[in-house]
C-alpha cells in the first residue's frame, strides 16, 4: 500500500509518501481502506518528535489516529463487522491507504454522513465528550468554562456539557466572540481580555483546550472544591491553587460517546468545521497549513 512514512523526526518534510508493508488484522481487528484521515495536533507532535517521550515512533512508522473507510475485512474473533461496512472511529497509523482497527474502537457510521467528512469527528468529538464528562465531571445546573471553545474540540465539550444541563461559558479569542454566540453557549468571553475573565464570576469547573497564560488566568477562577480539566496539562500557577482539583484527559477509544456527537452532527446540533480537503501524497503541505493556523480540520484522502 501507499502510506505516509516518517524515518526521522522532523517537520513536515520528513514525511514521505511511498510503499509500505499492508497491515494484516489480528484476531480481534478490522481490516479498513481508509477512505479519509485527519490531522490532528498529536500527529504533528508525534512526527516533530514532541510526543516521542510518551508516544515514540518506530522508524520507519505511520502517523494518524482518525479513520474513517470501508471494511475488507475481520479478525476470526470479530462480531458485528462485515466486509463492505462503512466505519470510522480512532485507530494508529491511519496516514495510509489501508491500517488496521480494534473492532470495540470502530463504529458503524450513521447513514446520511459523508464517509469522507466523517473522518473529522472520531479523535475530537471522543475528546471533547471525555474532557467534559471524565474530566470535568459536569453536573446538571453547574457552570463551566470552555477555553477554545470555538476549535473542533471545544465544540464538543460546549454541545456535552450543554446536553448535560450545565450553564457553559465559551472561553475564545477577541476575534471570535461574535461567532461564539452560533455556539449555543450562556456566556462568551474573551480570554484575551484580562478585565472581562477578572470579572467572571467563580467557576464549577473550567474545560481547558489551549493551557498558556489562559489556563493560569482562569485556574483562579474555579470555586475551592471546583475542577480543572484539560488535555494539554495543568496551568503553570496550579501549585497556588491547592483546592483546585487538576485533572489531565487523555481521549480514549469511546464508541457510545463517538456515536452520540455524530448523530448530534447530523441533527445540525454540532458542527465541526472542515477547513480543507487535501490527498494524502500532500501530507506534509497539509501540515503545514494545520501549523499556520485554520479554522477547522484538515482532513488527507488517500
Do not use: W
Amino acid at each position: 500500500m501507499k502510506a505516509i512514512v516518517v524515518s526521522k523526526y522532523g517537520g513536515p518534510e520528513v514525511m514521505q509518501y511511498e510503499d509500505f508493508p499492508d497491515p494484516s488484522p489480528s484476531s480481534d481487528e478490522v481490516l479498513v481502506r481508509v477512505a479519509a484521515t485527519s490531522i490532528n495536533p498529536f500527529d504533528i507532535m508525534r512526527r516533530s518528535g514532541a510526543a516521542k517521550a510518551f508516544a515514540p515512533i518506530s522508524f520507519p512508522g505511520v502517523v494518524g489516529v482518525d479513520v474513517a473507510g470501508t471494511v475488507i475485512s475481520c479478525g476470526k474473533n470479530v462480531k458485528g463487522f462485515s466486509a463492505g461496512d462503512r466505519v470510522f472511529g480512532m485507530a494508529s497509523q491511519t496516514y495510509a491507504e489501508l491500517c488496521v482497527v480494534k473492532a470495540d474502537s470502530l463504529a458503524k457510521i450513521p447513514a446520511g454522513l459523508d464517509l469522507v467528512e466523517a473522518a473529522a469527528l472520531p479523535l475530537v468529538t471522543t475528546t471533547g465528550y471525555q474532557l467534559i464528562t471524565k474530566g470535568a465531571s459536569v453536573q446538571s445546573g453547574q457552570t463551566v468554562l470552555v477555553t477554545g471553545a470555538f476549535g473542533s474540540v471545544g465544540r464538543s465539550a460546549v454541545f456535552t456539557a450543554k446536553s448535560r444541563d450545565a450553564r457553559v461559558v465559551a472561553g475564545v479569542r477577541q476575534k471570535q466572540v461574535e461567532r461564539a454566540a452560533a455556539l449555543n453557549v450562556d456566556a462568551v468571553v474573551s480570554v484575551e481580555d484580562q478585565g472581562a475573565v477578572a470579572n467572571l464570576p467563580m467557576l464549577d469547573a473550567v474545560a481547558d483546550t489551549v493551557n498558556g497564560s489562559t489556563a493560569s488566568s482562569l485556574v483562579g477562577k474555579v470555586k475551592a472544591g471546583g475542577i480543572f480539566a484539560s488535555v494539554l496539562g495543568a496551568p503553570q500557577n496550579s501549585a497556588q491553587y491547592p483546592s483546585v482539583k487538576i485533572v489531565p484527559v487523555y481521549a480514549e477509544p469511546d464508541v457510545k460517546a463517538l456515536l452520540e456527537l455524530a448523530k448530534a452532527v447530523l441533527e445540525g446540533k454540532l458542527t465541526i468545521l472542515i477547513a480543507a480537503k487535501k490527498p494524502l501524497k500532500e501530507a506534509g503541505a497539509a501540515h503545514s497549513l494545520v501549523a499556520k493556523g485554520v479554522d477547522g480540520k484538515v482532513l488527507l484522502v488517500p
